[in-house]
Nanobody, 130 residues
């Protein structure tokens, strides 16, 4: 079992920055691919970015590439999402998600769809507004 707790959401101005964190419990974090999803009102939950268990492979949605950065610290059982140059359309609830891997290599690809993730955090609101 993996329990996830997000923190760091809040209000930011366009062009500003926020840093989200997701702390995991349990003994399997280092074997988990991790991802951030977001869901705006009336829209589906979409992937923002993901990172594999080793940190060797990352994926970014085109809408955030070059602005957001995902990282992980396996010793602290925490994954981070650094969000820069925020836009109004980044407003959403952000969810942390984990997928226990089945022994993939250090360059394995993490899942991109929500169905690939078993464990979810409760979500944290990010609002970008002037």
């Amino acid at each position: 079992q993996v329990q996830l707790v997000e923190a760091g959401g809040g209000l930011a101005q366009p062009g500003g920055s926020l840093r989200l964190s997701c702390a995991a419990s349990g003994h399997t974090f280092s074997r988990c691919d991790m991802a951030w999803f977001r869901q705006a009102p009336g829209k589906e939950r979409d992937i923002v970015t993901s990172i594999n268990w080793s940190g060797g492979t990352k994926y970014y949605a085109p809408s955030v590439k070059g602005r957001f950065n995902i990282s992980r610290d396996n010793a602290k059982k925490t994954v981070y999402l650094e969000m820069n140059s925020l836009k109004l359309e980044d407003t959403a609830v952000y969810y942390c998600a984990a997928a226990l891997t089945l022994g993939g290599g250090i360059w394995s690809q993490p899942p991109r769809g929500a169905s690939g993730y078993t464990y979810w955090g409760q979500g944290t609101q990010v609002t970008v507004s002037s």
